[in-house]
């Protein structure tokens, strides 16, 4: 009876060719795994005694960067829709980053109530904010509307964080100098803001409405850098890589089944959260970027955006059709 290392060499002897290419694509994987994560944030900046407050950061790169910024000492609000994950999220990166300084405060970004009682609930409850990440976020939902009637995902990824961030800025300028994050992406250079159908009423179409969102956290991010001139409150926008997190419970399920099977080994190519958190790290933290506002980023590094997304009418003309849609005029 042959023993269990000559049966492996026997099977290494008759199979080392396909042992070879396996191991070779292996490598191959890998090396094209770490060259699509790109950037890695390497900055050792601490935030004892700092606040930063993130949206939806029960999941996903939101939770990563919230452990990133718990480890580096600050006290972490993470503004989350679904109380009950919130809080396993909270005990987890209490847990992990040994900083016991992690609430949860509920944040339904589809609400403009709830986005309001949230600011109050801050404004009259903490002492500072030192860093602002707008992170959460709905991808390639169904025509959905938000309570008070707009499109979902220029409602959610939009409008929510625009009043958000509006209600949040007299805190911001207070503990200034202070940053505000915008999570974009990619997607936003195929986009265009549909200002005579905004919540494109007349033919919905789940990328377009995305692409319509994304581009509006880049315009939204410049134009609050030029309101902010002087305040010592920074702006960054960003695209973090494509990230196999839950934001794809809408466009995986869409594509057929042998699709998704062919997609499969991409699927574990793409960055995971950690790496997809990088950026937006770097953009709250990095002190090479403390003088710089306004600006678009991608794998650690500025990047220019889409010339729609250069476009200050357009980033103007979206800051008033915004502010009267949720009632900031
Ligand atoms: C930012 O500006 C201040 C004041 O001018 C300067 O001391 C500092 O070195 C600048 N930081 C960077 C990273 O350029």
């Not at 992170?135 to 979902?152: I, L």
């Not at 030029?226 to 973090?240: I, K």
């Amino acid at each position: 009876m042959q023993n269990y290392s000559e049966v492996m060499r026997e099977y290494v002897e008759n199979h080392g060719t396909a042992l070879i290419v396996a191991f070779a694509a292996g490598a191959s994987v890998l090396a094209l795994r770490r060259w699509l994560a790109g950037g890695v944030c390497r900055s050792k900046a601490r935030l004892d005694g700092k606040t930063v407050l993130i949206t939806g950061a029960n999941t996903g790169i939101g939770k990563e960067t919230a452990l990133d910024m718990a480890k580096r000492g600050a006290r972490v609000i993470l503004a989350c829709r679904d109380m009950t994950r919130a809080h396993i999220a909270a005990d987890e990166i209490r847990q992990q980053s040994g900083n016991g300084n992690v609430v949860v405060k509920k944040l339904d970004l589809s609400s403009l109530q709830s986005v309001r009682d949230l600011a109050k609930d801050v404004e009259a409850n903490e002492d500072r904010l030192d860093i602002l990440i707008n992170n959460a976020g709905v991808m390639m939902c169904p025509k959905w509307t938000t309570e008070d009637g707009f499109e979902m995902q220029f409602g959610v990824n939009h409008l929510g964080h625009f009043l958000l961030t509006n209600c949040l800025l007299d805190l911001l300028k207070k503990s200034a100098p202070s940053r505000i994050v915008i999570v974009s992406s990619l997607a936003h250079e195929r986009g265009r803001i549909h200002f005579d159908d905004i919540n494109l009423d007349k033919d919905y179409d789940r990328q377009i409405s995305y692409r319509q969102s994304k581009l509006a956290n880049v315009l939204f991010c410049r134009e609050l850098a030029t309101r902010l001139e002087g305040t010592g409150v920074t702006t960054y926008s960003l695209h973090p890589g494509v990230i196999r997190t839950e934001l794809g419970r809408h466009f995986f399920p869409t594509i057929a089944l042998w699709k998704r099977i062919i997609f499969m080994p991409f699927y574990y190519m793409i960055k995971s959260p950690w790496e997809g958190a990088q950026t937006t790290i770097y953009c709250a933290v990095d002190e090479s970027l403390e003088n710089t506002s306004g600006l678009y980023y991608s794998d650690c590094a500025p990047k220019t955006p889409a010339p729609q997304a250069l476009d200050d009418a357009a980033a103007k003309k979206l800051w008033d059709v915004s502010a009267s849609m949720v009632g900031l005029a």
